[in-house]
C-alpha cells in the first residue's frame, strides 16, 4: 500500500494487540497502542507456543531474543492418568521449534521493540465514534481523547469493541475451569524442554519447564460458570482434586506459592462473518477466543497480526486488503476453534468407558498420522 500515513490506534496490549503494532510499525503505518491497565503486569502465566507463531516472530525480528527467553519443546508427552505414556508429539516443523515460555516476557519483548512513547497504559477504551474528520475518535475512561484513522481491537475475549460495533455478545461457555501458574520449582527428574499432559476424568494436567529453573503448569476440571473461587482457596482445591494423581503433580501444586493461580472460566467468541466494520478492525481473541485445549489462542492472534500486515502493505486500498484479511483468517481460524472444542470435550469426559476408548484411540494412533493432523496448524506460516 502506497499511503503508509494511515494511522492506527490498536486497543489492547495483549500478545495479539503488541505483534500487530510491531509489525505495521515495521511497514511504516502509525501505531499507537491504548492498553487498561496501568502496568503490564504477569497475566497469564506461562505459554507454549507452536511453530506456526514462532516463524511469524521470528520473522519479526525477534528470532535472537525469543530464544534467550524460552525453551525449546522437542516433545510432547501426553499421559494416562497412572502416568504412562499414550503419545508423543515432535512439534517442531522443518527448523522451526516449539517454544516454552513465560508470557510477561514476551509481551516485555515486544514492549522493548516498540517505542515507549507508543504505548498508553492506564487507557481503557469506552467509546469509539466517527470524528468529523471521517476519522475514528477514542473515548478513554481516563478522560483522554484522540483521533486516528482506523482502531484495531485486540482487547480480548470479553471485547466490549466487538460487543457494540458487532453488536455480537454471545460467548460460548464450556463446562469446565481452567488454572495456571508459575513456579520457581524443577521436580525431581524433569528434563529441560520436556512438555507433558495427564488426561483423567474430566480432568488433566498439564506441565512445561519454561527455562531459568522454573516451570508453567495448567489444569483443567469439569466446573460450571458460576463456580468460581477465591484466590486462596484454589490450591487447597488443586491439591485435593489430583492428591491420587501421579508424580510429579502434587509436588508442582505444593510448591506453588499460594494467590498465584489464575483461574479462567473457559469460553469461545464464535468467529464473525465480518472482521471490520465502519473503522474498526477486529484482532486475535476479540475476534475468535477458542479454548485453549491445543495452544493456539496466542499464536493465532499472531497470525491474524502478520496477516493483516501483509494485506495492508501488498494491497492498493485499505478495503481490499481488509477483506482479504478477513478471507484469509475466517477458515483456518474456525477449524482450529472447531478442533480445539472437540479435543477439550474428549479430554473432559467423565465416563470411564468413553475416557478408556479415548486414551486407547490416542495409544495406538501412529505417530505419523499425529504428526500429519497437526502439521496443518503448526505450519509456518513463512517461508525462510
Ligand atoms: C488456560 C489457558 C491457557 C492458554 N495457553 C495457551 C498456549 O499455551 N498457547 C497459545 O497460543 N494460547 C494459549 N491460550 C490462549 C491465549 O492466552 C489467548 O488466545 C491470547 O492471550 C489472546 O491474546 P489477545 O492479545 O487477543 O488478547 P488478551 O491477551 O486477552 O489481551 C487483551 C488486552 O486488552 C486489554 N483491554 C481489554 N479491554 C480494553 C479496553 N477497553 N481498553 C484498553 N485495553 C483493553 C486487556 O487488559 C489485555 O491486556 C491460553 C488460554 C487459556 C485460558
Redesign the pocket.
Known sequence: MQNTNLNFAI???????LTVALALKQQGFGVAV????SVMTE??A?????PN?VSILDALGLREELRTISIETPEWRVLNSNGAILAKIHPQVGEVPGLSLR?SDLQQLLVRRLEPNLIHLD????QITPGKDGRRLIDFANGEQVTHDWVIA????????RNSFFQETVQRRSHYV?W?AMVDFIPKGWENGMVTETWGRGMRFGLASTGSNRCYW?ASANRGFDQATKLEERKPLLLQLFKEWHHPVKDVLSATPHGQILE?S?AERPVPKHWHKNGVIL????AH??T?NL???????VEDAWELSECLKNNPTISRALNLYEQHRRHRVQIVQWASRWVGLAIQTESPFLCAIRDNLVRITPSFATRASLRWIFQPSVKD
Open positions: 486497543i489492547g496490549a495483549g500478545i495479539g494487540g491504548y492498553e487498561r491497565t497475566i497469564g506461562g505459554l507454549l507456543l507452536s507463531a508470557r487507557f481503557e477504551a469506552i485486540a482487547d480480548g475475549i470479553h471485547s466490549q469493541i481452567g495456571r495448567y479462567t473457559i484482532l486475535g481473541d476479540a477466543a477458542m485453549p495452544g493456539q489462542g496466542a499464536a493465532m492472534a
